[in-house]
């Protein structure tokens, strides 16, 4: 990806003029695109690896694979949120590893460790680079030196087992490339996040994440099955069958650790058949809470789609809706997008019953093109960001979850304290909102901020976020439903788990990781 913004350089376009001159009349914002640096001219702090520790790293993975090159080290500086990109655009020298280092397997990766837990060397595992909730900054803390451990040499499809329907991975394979390697078995992981096209199965794994096509497939951590994962006191392999009795689960411990209790190297998933057909079909609703209501009528059925979302008024209007009118049909209220995959004698019996549900909960049928056009551009969301940060408007992102009960209060705390926090000089906030993670007793909300960037955008966002982050808990939802905790989240995860659950954690990172060298400022508080 490219350094300062999301994607590959092929994915960003300038904002038309008719939005910058709009963005321009409601935000108050000059609506010119800024100048952007070549990565060439960036400057970075200057590296603390010693020649040593680099004749050290090198008689690990070899001399070509420890690197000290102004590219390698800015690329591997951070992660992609909003935060991050306005730090990586400022004036003056930019924090980065010391070091790069590439290992290509899980024996180089346990070395690695092991010499970094001696040197006392501070080790950022390093996947897609897809973070935004601060888990890839390379912090020191007492560490003199730390180096990013990128895992893009761990890449192969290890195995197969089309009877049990299961897959094993590389924890540094992408989204597309698992997708590309199943294919030639006839098989899919079905997993889709919005970081899809650059995000690791190690990351997926590590972060806990959940996809577009949850609702069918389930979340990442529903599919994983077994783990291999290197630390620096040895290897651990967690998952033996489906299901187990034996004691508690030890996956759990290493789903959602950020790599802060070791490495991810393998990854052994649940895998499906390629679907045999696709239906998209879309819906339209009054207002978001009749929206909600039908999908919690629909989940609870039984027949829920593969795909399932729904946009609040604000995002339908502004995002989805083009202005009100999608595929040449004016729609009011709220729009649910829903896709079905499987067989086509599955998908026929399966979308019919839904309909009957979504029409009986007050939903309008709108026909197949709105889903068609949402999943066209589903992974686009962010190159509009950077766009829009482009020419100086602030767009960013939060997440949460709760029971169904408690969706409506926490949405509306959660918006009323970013419009309160980010509605500055006359210019409005615009916050948006969606579902798109369903359960039988609840669902995720997934909030969309404009704002126009002044004075010190940092620090407005980090007000903002302050105070949604704190709405959240006083509403009942989880802190992150699938962004992982990182440095942005990890001040609230005592209020999450309670203080003895992150004295537990402690106690489980003091015996894989002694000398706290994995991933530091991550996760724990």
């Given at each position: ?52 520790h ?10 070509d ?15 992609k ?19 790069v ?12 460790l ?36 990128d ?23 992408t ?100 679907p ?89 049928p ?56 980010l ?74 788990i ?28």
């Open positions: 990806m490219v350094w300062d913004a999301w994607g590959v350089p092929e994915g960003h376009a300038p904002l038309p003029e008719r939005i910058r001159g709009l963005l321009t009349q409601v935000f108050g914002i000059p609506g010119e695109p800024a100048a952007r640096r070549d990565e060439g001219d960036v400057p970075l702090r200057s590296t603390e690896l010693s020649m040593a680099r004749a050290g790293l090198s008689a690990v993975v070899g001399a694979r420890v690197s000290t090159e102004h590219r390698d080290r800015l690329h591997h500086a951070g992660g949120s909003t935060l991050d990109l306005l730090r990586r655009r400022a004036d003056g020298p930019q924090d980065a590893p010391d070091a280092v590439f290992p290509t397997d899980h024996d180089q990766v346990a070395a690695v092991a010499y970094c837990a001696e040197q006392e060397i501070a080790v950022v595992p390093f996947g897609g680079g897809t973070s935004v909730v601060g888990g890839l900054e390379p912090v020191r803390g007492r560490f003199e030196t730390v180096i990013a451990l895992l893009r040499g761990l890449d192969g499809l290890l195995a197969v087992d089309p009877v049990s329907g299961t897959a094993t991975f590389g924890a540094g394979v989204g597309p490339r698992a997708e590309e390697l199943l294919a030639a078995h006839e098989l899919s992981l079905g997993h889709f996040p919005q970081s899809f096209e650059f995000a690791s199965i190690g990351g997926f794994a590590a972060t806990r994440s959940s996809g577009q096509a949850s609702s069918g497939y389930g979340r990442f951590d529903d599919m994983v099955q077994r783990l291999r994962i290197a630390t620096p006191t040895g290897t651990v392999t967690v998952g033996r069958a489906p299901a187990s009795a034996a004691g508690p689960d030890l996956r759990e411990l290493f789903l959602g650790s950020e790599g802060t209790l070791g490495v991810i190297t393998e990854v052994t998933a649940r895998v499906h058949p390629i045999e057909d696709t239906r998209y079909e879309a819906w339209t609703f009054p207002d978001f809470d009749t929206g909600a209501a039908a999908l919690r009528a629909l989940v609870r059925s039984g027949a829920a789609p593969t795909v399932l979302r729904l946009s609040d008024e604000a995002e339908t209007a502004l995002n989805l809706a083009r202005a009100g009118d999608i595929g040449g049909t004016a729609v009011d209220g709220c729009l649910a997008v829903t896709t079905f995959e499987g067989t086509r004698a599955h998908i026929v019996a399966r979308s019919a019953e839904a309909a009957e549900i979504l029409r009986a909960a007050g939903g309008t709108l026909g197949p093109e709105p889903a068609r056009q949402w999943e066209h551009g589903r992974f686009a969301a962010p190159y509009l960001r950077d766009a829009l940060l482009d020419v100086g408007v602030l767009c960013e992102t939060l997440e949460t979850a709760a029971c169904w009960s408690a969706l409506p209060e926490l949405k509306a705390k959660v918006t009323a304290a970013l419009v309160d926090r509605t500055v000089g006359g210019a409005p906030a615009l916050v948006m909102c969606h579902i798109s993670h369903t359960y039988p007793t609840g669902a995720s909300l997934y909030f969309t901020v404009v704002a126009a960037m002044r004075d010190d955008p940092i620090a407005r966002w980090q007000v903002a976020k302050r105070a949604a982050g704190d709405a959240i808990m006083a509403a009942g939802g989880t802190i992150t439903h699938h962004h992982a905790v990182g440095a942005d989240h990890r001040d609230w995860l005592p209020e999450e309670g203080d003895l659950g992150v004295r537990v954690l402690r106690a489980v990172k003091r015996e894989i990781d002694p000398a706290g060298i994995l991933n530091p400022g991550t996760l724990l508080p």
